[in-house]
């Protein structure tokens, strides 16, 4: 791929801090092409938290890497502050999936949350606090100096959100973090991610194939189709700004929403297109 | 909170028994070996194959008069030139290959060629092209090997783990950090390994190199005294090469544990 370091400006929609416009991805595989993305669009304010959620394979990851600069679409285009993206923006920070191969094994706990600042020259005494503090608000103050293997996976994880924190994005990206963790710490790091939200006023986009956990935790949830992909469904979440891991999940509206995106993924599953925006 | 404490990697302090049964384990068999071999050379007056009091009391003799300054040290000093340069050589340009794609594309087939003649062939070359000093007995030591450590480096930069580049480049960290924050820890596994057969490699080129024409050297010395019918004294430069070995493997080994600690650590967890 073609590492383009510069981004040229675009025009978007006024309001949007990131704007997809019919977003498509193609692999080339051999002699033959997977069609991963058709036609994606959408925007995303400034302070929101979107979670976007589709069945495994549907091109969650992809999208993900094009909005992050990390893959070049194939069509279409992504804007972040009205540039276009072609490289890694400054202000996106990224969690992948595989937090076990995302962490660097032989960087201790606060060098590897300290890396990307000193990339980009931060000087050591605020590096230092500026790590200390993003380890303390994701609960691991205590944990500087071991390494990343030395730590359950739900840690690892933990990790990873405060190197993204510590880096100060104005949008995170999460790729199906909590996919590979036990359901109580899962729990445990949703209402996490909901707490940098509200603390940090950071944009989040939050990538799962979990239904319960799109509702729980977003303000706004984007129903993608199963490949070749469109965005089935563009919802926005009605649940009080206070979230609980037992009162909210029992709420009435909770369940019609769940109810609601999971019949929308079924129809997605069908290749039930009928009523789609064009 | 319901996570998992911190695991420390198990470093156990050893117990006095379990030094002592290691260091039996150690020295049982090379000790049964000499004990067989002072019973058989005490009987038969073999010429060949002097007792190993013999070969003892000359070893102090022989090496620690004037061929110490004469013989022993450079023959070192050039086995060290030799290995740091492959070293060197072997890891920058190995990097250099390994992240270039068109340099790659261009070299790797050149490079299979180069590893697979066998160095001692190359003595007589490199004499005529750089005479019969030290630079030429370093050459060859250099010659054969840099491979080792240059393809080792070349796989290692190569195979650094997708998920970690994508995650610097998402975090921009890029240039001389990233070589050295990742790149090359990454790699280190893979050329720790080839720094470990360079090392192997070395010494026995060292003995090569001074067995053409030499008139000093550790490897010269006991051709020479092989020549000189100095069976016992040519039993003790044998020995010496031995212990020079171990003592270079055991450097290497703390080199490796140093580096390492991280790879040996998470290998130990992910066992379990
Ligand atoms: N590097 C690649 N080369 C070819 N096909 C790919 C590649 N990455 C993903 N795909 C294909 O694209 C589709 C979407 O994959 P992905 O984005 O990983 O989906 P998700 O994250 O939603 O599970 C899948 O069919 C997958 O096989
Ligand atoms: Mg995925």
């Known amino acids: 791929m073609a590492d383009t370091t510069h981004e040229k400006p675009s025009e978007t929609r006024s309001g949007a801090l990131l704007s997809v416009r019919d977003l498509g991805k193609t692999y080339a595989v051999g002699s033959g092409e997977v069609e991963a993305i058709r036609s994606i669009s959408f925007d995303v304010r400034a302070g929101e938290l979107v979670c976007i959620v589709g069945p495994s394979g549907c091109g969650k990851t992809t999208l993900l890497k094009c909005l992050s600069g990390l893959l070049a679409p194939t069509a279409g285009s992504v804007a972040l502050d009205g540039q276009t993206v072609l490289a890694p923006p400054k202000k996106m920070a990224v969690v992948f999936q595989e937090y076990g191969r995302s962490l660097y094994p032989w960087l201790s706990v606060q060098d590897n949350v300290g890396l990307p600042l000193k990339a980009r020259g931060v000087p050591r005494g605020e590096r ?5 503090a993003a380890l303390e608000e994701v609960g691991l103050g205590h944990a500087l100096t071991a390494f990343p293997w030395q730590l359950s996976g739900g840690m690892q994880q933990r990790v990873a959100i405060a190197r993204a924190i510590a880096y100060e994005p104005e949008v995170l990206v999460m790729d199906e973090p909590f996919a590979a963790v036990d359901a109580q710490t899962r729990a445990d790091l949703e209402d996490l991610v909901r707490r940098v939200w509200q603390d940090l006023g950071v944009t989040v986009l939050f990538v799962t194939h979990d239904i319960d956990e799109s509702v ?47 019949e929308q993924i079924q129809r997605a599953k069908r290749g039930d297109r009928a009523g789609l925006p064009a | 909170m319901t996570q998992t404490p911190t695991r420390t990697p198990r470093t156990r302090r050893p117990s006095l028994a379990g030094t002592l049964r290691a260091v039996g384990y150690a020295a049982g068999l090379p000790a049964l070996a000499l004990l067989a071999w002072v019973l058989a050379t005490d009987r038969s007056a073999s010429l060949y194959f002097p007792s190993p009091t013999t070969i003892a009391s000359t070893f102090a003799a022989t090496w620690f008069g004037p061929a110490l300054t004469t013989d022993v040290l450079p023959s070192l000093g050039r086995f060290a030139i030799g290995v740091l340069l492959s070293i060197v050589i072997g890891v920058v340009a190995g990097t250099a290959i390994g992240t270039t794609r068109w340099l790659r594309d261009l070299l790797e087939p050149m490079l299979e060629f180069f590893r697979a003649v066998p160095p001692v062939v190359l003595v007589p070359v490199l004499m005529l092209m750089l005479g019969v000093g030290d630079s030429m007995r370093i050459a060859v030591i250099v010659s054969g090997c840099v491979w080792p450590v240059l393809l080792n480096t070349v796989e290692g930069v190569r195979g650094v783990d997708t998920v970690l580049t994508e995650t610097s480049r998402s975090y921009r960290v890029r240039g001389l950090l ?8 990454a790699a280190s596994p893979q050329i720790m390994a080839g720094i470990r057969l360079c090392l192997s490699i070395g010494l026995i080129l060292m003995v ?49 544990r140093r580096v390492l600690h991280w790879y040996h650590g998470m290998r130990e967890v992910a066992r379990g």
């Open chain 2, 178 to 185: 990233s070589l050295r924050s990742v790149v090359l820890p």
């Open chain 1, 216 to 262: 729980y935790l977003g303000e706004r949830v984007l129903v993608l189709s199963s490949s070749p992909t469109v965005v089935q469904e563009d919802l926005s979440v009605d649940l009080p700004a206070e979230r609980d891991q037992i009162s909210t999940r029992a709420l009435p509206q909770f369940t019609e929403l769940r109810t609601h995106v999971h």
């Open chain 1, 128 to 132: 230092d606090d500026t790590v200390r």
């Open chain 2, 208 to 256: 090569i190199s001074e067995m053409f024409a030499s008139s000093s050297g550790l490897g010269y010395r006991i051709v020479y005294f092989q020549r000189s019918f100095m069976i016992a004294q040519m039993w003790s430069g044998i020995v010496l090469l031995g212990l020079v070995g171990v003592a270079v493997a055991t450097l290497y080994g703390f080199a490796e």
